[in-house]
């Protein structure tokens, strides 16, 4: 199990960039902490998500 903000999901096996497509983020409008580390953009397609993995996705939200 990979953990997405808190929650448990069947992730494992996926790249983050799958993973993001699914969930219906836009990945320009994100950014993304896995265990603990900042995940460049650049890396999304080839960083394949484990047993065990935790993940933080922060949206940007724009308003004035």
């Known amino acids: 199990m990979v953990k997405i903000n808190g929650t448990a999901c069947e992730a494992v096996n996926q790249t983050l960039r799958e993973y993001l497509t699914a969930a219906g983020y836009d990945e320009k409008r994100v950014a993304v902490e896995r265990n603990g580390a900042i ?18 996705v922060v949206s940007f939200v724009g308003g004035g």
């Open 39 to 56: 995940v460049p953009k650049a890396d999304y397609a080839d960083t394949i998500l484990a047993d065990g993995d935790e993940i933080e």
